[in-house]
């Protein structure tokens, strides 16, 4: 075999590749490996074409191959690292970016690749470091510029993120990926204002109908209607549907009645008890926006709701090339979606007054009282008595999300430390896997003045059970700002817990004021950080009050809107029909 | 290059044979982070790694197979074994540095049925026996088989036998100097050192595992039972494990 001709045939199958012919492509190079000598790089990239057409395995197996037959190139380490994660096999995959980065220390993919992976493991310093060389390597590189707002998110640095994402938007330029992660991490900090939250979310629409003009370019079914007949088709889109908050809030609605047929289009896991229903289930998990568009147009739904917003696993650009006359956004992100095809958003007064309007590219659909339905969690323990009455010193906690944890958060639980002499703070999330990362929260409340004994910081616990029982450890729960929490303050106000909020200018940080709101416990809204204290002390001194609180909560939550299932649905199915109505009115 | 694996289940004292090597050939690091850039950790890649030599240790958990990478350079692999009710009631305590609400019976049970840590197995170390097999049986490159046991019964020997496998000529100060600063009470001083002042650490657990009093650098035990989790478990133990244990040189 000559030296040219196996270099020559690559290069045609890459070409073909590139120009989508990857069969062909897949074909030559297959023909190339079953020669004797054939080179390493043949191997490699039959290897990559394998896996971009969907058969990891062998594309494993190839990869592997070229690892051998050219051990200590980085690329070839690093690619093969790729898709063993992409596989799951994750402790492979950190052995091969050891190997490119052992043969070349500066090879920025590979730090790319392994700051993903130590995202994915919840090795949020090492993801960070990683992330951090591979920027400083290619500052050009969208994915390291990701990665490193990633873990800065994660972390409750919202605020160092926004800058990096700025930095690296003007340099590379805008981009679903980076502006995705900036309009997310601007709802986390503090110092983002709510006409920049709302700017941002609109770039991020006008790129997500960018993307869409060019999907409907290239041939879509057409968006037909369901005029004719006459039960109103419901469509709900969320990878969240399996063991999520969001499947958990959406649950009470996707009862259908007479009137209603509800399809659920699933791209991702689905809890075995949320199907059922009289609800037609599609899995749309790993298929294409061009697929999903075509799938939920041709259900012809009249009202389709996006559970996702901007989160993990959205469909944003499905979205914005239209699936449904009427398209909503609801639960799974707290801010506008600044996608122009999504005619509605549905919140409520508390969460959104009159006048959040001007912060939002939707009209606001108020499902008045409560936008929030919370279900009974399953195997949560009867609440005990507050730790504080046993002996025990008084228990602030907060199990939020540690990427709400941001600076001026950590001010006020200082605070609320300081007027509550020998109190303890403990703080439960899933980031704490990381100890680096345990320990930098800890270091950012000594900085404060905390005494780190005051402090517990405590990791993930195995299942929801534990979950629910770790409440037995607090007597006050403190909610975030300016992105308050939903599900963790259902949950604490459910073990019977009393929950502080700080009621934010937007939606974000609204939440904990429509779920407290709708139990009648607006004593616990503060207006300001100060208050916040205050109230937070107050509570602390009243034992009594607390004992008495773990007794009732949950009776009081049994009877609130926020619990009212029936009600709920009506509320947000009567909305559906009048957006519907409207739509075929020619006014939606 | 030329690589010399050192390949063992998890918690089977392969943090201990780093520093011996280390110490034996670099002398005191400034830290213990130090480990990783001479005699780095294929499961936490840094990306500071220094040789002096074309040689390069290697440590590892994962079973040997076709997969393993460098399996083109290595030239030999010391593999070290532990055992097993030790290695249980070691993971159980690096378990409980991250979270000290882990349930020690039903972490022990799990061990027990699954042959391992469960959680390893699925990161591709296999069983406790899978794993010794892997490495001890078969291997087409030279391998050392130290056992902990031996090692802390006579830690000068248990190194000398080592570099004796890599072909050093040794040198019985260094020899010596490297198994003093190697002691278990030196390296759990370094661990409370590092975490007390916050310090990134090659011990895992973080300031405030230490402050409840949970320490990588647990007892360095052997021969100990389970009868303090549940009277029951020694004989379920030594049910499961009988076989592979005296397969390895591990006596029940």
């Known amino acids: ?588 | 290059m030329r690589v010399v694996w050192i390949a063992s289940y998890p918690k089977s004292g392969n943090t201990w044979v780093r520093f011996l090597l280390y110490h034996y050939f670099w002398g005191e690091p400034a830290n213990s982070l130090e480990i990783n850039r001479r005699i780095p950790d294929l499961h936490r890649p840094s990306g500071r790694i220094e040789t002096a030599s074309d040689r390069l240790f290697v440590k590892t958990h994962l079973i040997r197979s076709e997969a393993l990478p460098f399996l083109a350079q290595t030239e030999r692999a010391i593999v070290v074994t532990r055992h097993p009710k030790d290695v249980l009631l070691s993971g159980l305590n690096y378990a409980r540095l991250e979270n000290e609400a882990v349930d020690a019976s039903a972490y022990a049970r799990a061990f027990i049925a699954g042959g391992g840590d469960p959680a390893w197995s699925q990161m591709g170390f296999g069983t406790w026996a899978g794993h010794a097999a892997s490495w001890l049986g078969g291997a087409p490159f030279p391998v050392h088989h130290a056992t902990y046991e031996a090692l802390k019964a006579d830690p000068h020997a248990g190194l000398r036998a080592m570099l004796g496998f890599v072909g050093e000529a040794i040198d019985e100060a260094a020899l010596a100097r490297a198994v003093d600063l190697s002691g278990f009470e030196r390296l759990r001083e370094m661990e409370r050192r590092e975490k007390s002042r916050g310090a990134e650490s090659l011990f895992r657990g973080g300031r405030a595992s230490l402050s409840r009093g949970a320490m990588f650098m647990n007892k360095g035990a052997t021969g100990q039972s389970l009868a303090h989790i549940d009277p029951a478990l020694d004989a379920e133990f030594d049910s499961a494990f009988a076989t592979p244990m005296a397969r390895f040189g591990h006596g029940a």
């Open chain 1, 1 to 588: 075999m000559g030296v040219a001709e196996p270099r020559l045939i690559i290069q045609q199958a890459l070409a073909q590749a590139q120009s989508g012919r990857l069969g062909p492509a897949i074909a030559a190079l297959e023909r190339l490996t079953q020669k004797k000598g054939a080179p390493a790089e043949a191997h490699h990239f039959l290897g990559m074409l394998l896996f971009r057409g969907g058969q990891t395995e062998r594309a494993i197996f190839c990869l592997d191959r070229a690892s051998k037959l050219a051990p200590g190139r980085p690329q070839f380490e690093s690619n093969y690292a790729n898709v063993l994660h992409a596989a799951g096999r994750t402790e492979q995959a950190l052995a091969h970016y050891f190997l490119a980065i052992h043969h070349d220390a500066s090879y920025a993919p590979a730090h790319v690749g392994l700051s993903g992976t130590l995202l994915g493991l919840g090795r949020l310093h090492e993801a960070e470091q990683h992330a951090r060389l591979a920027w400083e390597q290619a500052p050009d590189n969208a994915e390291a510029a990701s990665n490193l707002a990633s873990c800065l998110i994660l972390t409750g640095r919202a605020a160092e993120a926004v800058g990096r994402l700025n930095d690296a938007i003007a340099r590379i330029g805008p981009g679903v990926q980076l502006n995705t992660l900036l309009a997310a991490a601007m709802n986390y900090d503090a110092s983002s204002t709510p006409e920049g939250i709302l700017e941002a979310h609109r770039t991020l629409g006008r790129l997500h109908a960018l993307a869409a003009s060019s999907l409907e370019a290239s041939g879509l079914p057409p968006l037909k209607t369901n005029a004719d007949s006459d039960r109103l088709r419901i469509g709900y889109l969320s990878a969240d549907f399996g063991d999520h908050p969001v499947g958990m809030f959406i649950e009470p609605a996707l009862e259908s009645d007479e009137g209603m047929a509800v399809f659920c289009y699933a791209t991702g896991p689905v809890a075995p008890d949320r199907r059922g229903c009289g609800v037609t289930w599609r899995e749309c998990g790993g298929i294409g926006d061009r697929d999903l568009v075509s799938i939920v147009r041709a259900d012809r739904i009249d009202v389709l709701v996006e559970l996702s917003g901007h989160s993990l696993g959205h469909r944003q650009t499905a979205v914005a090339a239209r699936m449904a006359p009427v398209q909503a956004s609801f639960l799974g992100y707290p801010a506008t979606t600044g996608n122009p095809a999504i005619d509605a958003r549905f919140v409520d007064g508390f969460s959104d007054p009159p006048g959040a309007e001007t912060w939002c590219t939707e009209r606001l659909v108020r499902i008045d009282p409560c936008a929030w339905c919370f279900s009974e969690p399953a195997g949560a323990p009867e609440p005990g008595l507050p730790p504080c009455v046993s002996g025990r010193p008084v228990t602030f906690g907060s199990f939020n999300n540690l990427a709400k944890t941001v600076p001026a958060v950590l001010d006020a639980w200082t605070g609320v430390l300081a007027a509550t002499p020998g109190s303890r703070l403990l703080l439960k999330n899933g980031a704490f896997i990381d100890e680096r990362t345990r320990a930098r929260i800890l270091e950012a409340l000594v900085a404060r003045g905390v005494d780190p004994s005051r402090v517990q910081l405590v990791p993930p616990t195995r299942d929801a059970v534990g979950h629910m029982t770790a409440y037995a450890h607090v007597d006050i729960a403190l909610d975030t700002f300016p992105y308050a929490g939903t599900t963790t303050t259902c949950e604490a106000l459910w073990m019977g817990i009393p929950v502080v909020t700080l009621a934010g200018a937007c939606h974000a940080g609204r939440v904990g004021v429509s779920v407290l709101s709708a139990v009648g416990l607006e004593a616990w809204i503060a207006r300001d950080p100060d208050e916040y204290v205050r109230l937070a002390s107050t509570l602390a001194a009243d034992r009594e009050r607390l004992v008495s609180l773990r007794g009732s909560l949950r009776d009081r939550m049994r009877r609130s809107p926020l619990m009212d299932r029936e009600a709920y649905r009506s509320r947000l199915h009567a909305a559906y029909i009048e957006l519907a109505q409207q739509r075929r009115g020619g006014s939606a």
